[in-house]
Structures are given as C-alpha cells and as structure tokens.
C-alpha cells in the first residue's frame, strides 16, 4: 500500500508542476491564444482541486487524491504532459470525490 500512495503522491507532483508551468506560458497557436482566459480557468480549478487532495492526503485522508489519480490514469496512463494538455481543455467538478 505504501508504495501505491508513494506513486499517487509523486504523480500530484508531477501534475500540479506541469499545470504551473503551463499556468505561466500562454499556448503559442493564435487559435488556443483565443482561448486562453478559459484554459488558465481550467487549469486553475485543477491546480485548486490537486492541491486540496493533496492536503488532505497529507492528513491522512488519501481518497480524493487517489480517486483523481485514477482518473487521469484513464485519461493518459503515466503521462503528466498529456493529462495536463486535456485538462487545459476541459474541467470537471466530479461528484464521487469526498468533501472535505
């Protein structure tokens, strides 16, 4: 069990530093500069909902975390690049994450 919330934790780490990034540089293809006050929203509520997991996760309450873990595993398996672009694209207030 430990190593699995070792990745999971990892993971978030990965994912909240490549939103940052993302965060700070505009896309560069004047269609998605169109678009940008959107995708830095988007990228904002993931950030939001990551970081909070991962308080929670340090309180010992690893569900949320890992359930959003999960679901970027079905979105691009091991590829932070690759979740955090869909996620410039789309944002989701999933129901089946525990409050806080």
Request: charge should be negative; proline fraction near 6%.
């Amino acid at each position: 069990m430990q190593d699995e919330d070792d990745v999971v934790w990892r993971w978030s780490a990965a994912f909240t530093e490549v939103v940052k990034r993302l965060i700070r540089e505009p896309p560069s293809d004047a269609a998605a500069r169109a678009d940008w006050p959107n995708q830095r929203g988007r990228l904002r509520w993931w950030r939001r909902d990551i970081e909070e997991a991962r308080d929670l996760y340090q309180q010992e309450r690893p569900e949320r975390l890992r359930r959003l873990y999960d679901y970027w595993r079905i979105i691009a398996p091991d590829d932070a690049e690759e979740q955090v672009r869909y996620a410039r694209e789309t944002y989701q207030q999933f129901r089946f994450l525990p409050s806080n």
